[in-house]
């Protein structure tokens, strides 16, 4: 039905960034809201930034005035750019878009497969 594929993920010291990206295929009539949630060793996953159709963003606050969530509706990706990272911020870091699906004809949450960043001090 829908597949979302992540990128990006990987090694990187205090203080830098990555950006991942997150594309979506299938059969998709319509993408509503698009996220990235993250999920450490031993915590539960957690919502880290979240985008509606219109543009609109939420984030959490650990990662608010450093990580920037955007999306491109044209190629149904969305990206988050992760500046300033610190060593809490490493996690397996999975992409959540709730899509309209054509065949069949319905509204799901879909996940990623996860993608690995770790922060080192």
């Known amino acids: 039905q829908v597949q979302l594929v992540e990128s990006g993920g990987g090694l990187v010291q205090a203080g830098g960034s990555l950006r991942l990206s997150c594309a979506a295929s299938?059969?998709?009539?319509?993408?509503?809201?698009m996220g990235w949630y993250r999920q450490a060793p031993g915590k539960q996953r957690e919502l880290v930034a979240a985008?509606?159709?219109?543009?609109?963003?939420n984030y959490a606050d650990s990662v608010k005035g450093r990580f920037t969530i955007s999306r491109d509706n044209a190629k149904n990706t969305v990206y988050l750019q992760m500046n300033s990272l610190k060593p809490e911020d490493t996690a397996v870091y999975y992409c959540?878009?709730?899509?309209?699906?054509?065949?069949?004809?319905?509204?799901?949450?879909?996940w990623g497969q996860g993608t690995q960043v770790t922060v080192s001090s």
């Open positions: 959540n878009a709730n899509v309209r699906t054509v065949v069949p004809w319905r509204l799901g949450d879909y």
């Open positions: 299938g059969s998709i009539f319509s993408i509503n809201a």
């Open positions: 985008i509606t159709g219109e543009g609109s963003t």
